[in-house]
């Protein structure tokens, strides 16, 4: 069974299912719901972390009362008001739920907290027994960790890994990347003073998500110090084949074809190096390079580390030209095709354009014609199969593949260019009117 999430009257969406493939593709106009579902997905799977740290931080708690799952619910309310705000304002009919199988689920949904306050609501969060068992079974709770004894929750979070991933069928990590993230290169090394300690409490200013992005860019940031050729140099040992080794020399060479330089990490400043010997303080880089860096440094540090991941990138193409958009979505089809997961949104006729050319090369290389290789690499082909476009209007979902021709139907967002030149053509008319 295919993961299913289930939205209804939450922000912008009006109700919806999606079921999840391996890669999906959004568009629509702005303030449609695109970003809604996509939140809405990351707010689920990556709700494997947040069980296992409820469970450690009560095992760790001499004393403690409440159920294991009330804290955990807690937990989600406060991550459920920090990715889509506040839910007590929201409409009482709001429910999610999302079914990993056909025994896993996690549901939230608003109850009336009382008769005088008609349209407040609080969350109320449900789990399927097999959640419950782990949670509230006994089995991790009869003897609370020695804080200091690092050995038994290492084991102990292996254990619930393990367990998880077998309920769940989650075995990757998730990334959000929000849209605005050129923010990240403007603060530089200020970063780590916008955020506190602790993982549900990010400044009220700072959304979940962004807040998340932060502390992984903070995780991540000092491998770069000497750029990627630095962690390709401290990764030679553990890479198997010329295969690899080939695949990452291209992943690279891509990136620094978009940047238009080299990137390296150095406390109190970032910096691009430019292809004539000069470099440029990220901060004073183009708005192009600062949207993109870092998700170009994410992608290349998870594909190098072999992090089975999902990565949820909203906009890929902000601020790039249409040469490296295309060269952008060559590279999540390259990170898809090593293994892992992607969702993106956007709003572009060029990152559809392509992905139809690239999911047009993988039928061509499923149908062994030898010419596509001349055309395009089978690194960055996409399988048909593994893919899924919805187009977003008005709070409602639907699907725009054109399955006819096995493509992402592009006139969906492509169409006002028809407009436009219709509107030029009366142009012209009025023009040459006597």
Known sequence: MQTKIDIKELGPIKETTIRLNRCLVMTGAQASGKSTIAKAVYFFLSIKEDIIKTILDSLKKQGVNSAVSDRLSLRLREKFDGIFGDSYRMNLKMAVSCHYNENTFISLSLYQTTPSQNGYGDLEVEYSDNILNILNGGKYVFSPLNPTDTVDEVRLKEKLQEELTCITGIDYDVTYIPAGRGIVTTLGDQLSYLLVDGDLKPYSSIDFCTYNFFREILRVRSKFMSGIKGLMDDRKAY??????????????????EILKGK???RPGNEI???????????NFSSSGQQE???VLNLLFYYIINKQKMLLILEEPETHLFPDSQKLMIELLAMFYNAGNRVIFTTHSPY???ETNNLIFAGKLYKDNKQSVQRIVDKDFAIDLCDLQALFVEGGIVSDCMDYELGQIDNLRIDGISKVINEEYDKLLAADSEE
């Open 239 to 256: 890479l198997l084949n010329e295969y690899e080794r080939d695949s990452l020399n291209k992943f690279s060479d891509k990136i620094a």
């Open 263 to 265: 990137y390296y990490y």
């Open 272 to 282: 691009l190096a430019l292809s004539d010997g000069s470099y440029v303080n990220m």
């Open 292 to 294: 993109i860096v870092w």
């Open 351 to 353: 990152v559809l354009g």
